[in-house]
């Protein structure tokens, strides 16, 4: 169980497009996802919380406009990274919560998307 | 002051030895830990959770956990070349948003 996707696994485009990243729990409801951002040999830092049927919670620095949360359902949220920009080239990682239980605190991550903006 | 800090290595330790990884935290509230293991290029991968005092096995892996002095460990008994990673500790409060906030991490290299 605890199974989290996300699509696509890598992407490379060009500057100023925008792109759309999809994280999905596959086998249980998340009503909380986050949003990571882990730069080559650094740690992994919070971007975003992305709450079911509400605004995301952005971290200080993080630019709203730029990074687009929705989260439409419990099962599938998405980060749009709008007018993407060279600076913007990173490991985009998404978690969600438990389910309930002994699990309720533990966060389960997405494989990754690697974002290469040209 | 960082809020979560750990040595960022490289530890190497032979094939079968034990490995000791340590964290410290700074934040005195009502916490969770956890460890994660993450491979080069790959998200990570929860390895143990710890509420309490105390230690708790799983495996070759055992989580020591210290609120008194701020420091939560993972031992990692008859390490293998395929433990090599980076360990990444990780905390978050027991209310509220739960999100976590992650160390710099800890590269393990078990030597064949």
């Known amino acids: 169980g605890a199974v989290v996707s996300q699509h696509p696994s890598r992407v490379i485009c060009k500057s100023g497009t925008s792109v759309k990243i999809e994280c999905r729990s596959l086998d249980f409801q998340a009503t909380t996802m986050f949003w990571y951002r882990q730069f080559p040999k650094k740690s992994l830092m919070l971007m975003a919380t992305s709450n079911e049927g509400s605004k995301a919670t952005y971290e200080q620095g993080v630019e709203k406009d730029k990074f687009l949360i929705n989260h439409a359902s419990l099962t599938l949220s998405t980060l749009t990274v709008t007018s993407a920009h060279p600076e913007d080239s990173s490991f985009y990682i998404c978690?969600?919560?438990?389910?309930?239980?002994?699990?309720?605190?533990?966060?389960?991550f997405g494989p990754g998307t690697r974002l290469t903006v040209l | 002051q960082k809020e979560v800090e750990q040595n960022s290595g490289p530890l190497s330790v032979p094939e079968g030895a034990i490995a000791s990884l340590n964290c410290t935290y700074s934040?005195?509230?009502?916490?969770?830990f956890f460890w994660y293991r993450q491979y080069s290029g790959k998200s990570p991968e929860l390895i143990m959770s710890i509420y309490s005092n105390g230690d708790k096995e799983d495996g070759r892996f055992t989580a020591q956990l210290n609120k008194a002095s701020q420091y939560v460990s993972l031992l990692i008994r008859d390490s293998q070349p395929s433990d090599s990673a980076t360990y990444l500790c990780a905390w978050s409060f027991d209310t509220g948003r739960r999100a976590l906030t992650f160390g710099s991490g800890t590269r393990l290299q078990v030597q064949p």
């Open positions: 978690s969600a919560r438990g389910a309930g239980g002994d699990s309720y605190n533990e966060q389960f």
């Open positions: 934040d005195r509230g009502s916490q969770s």
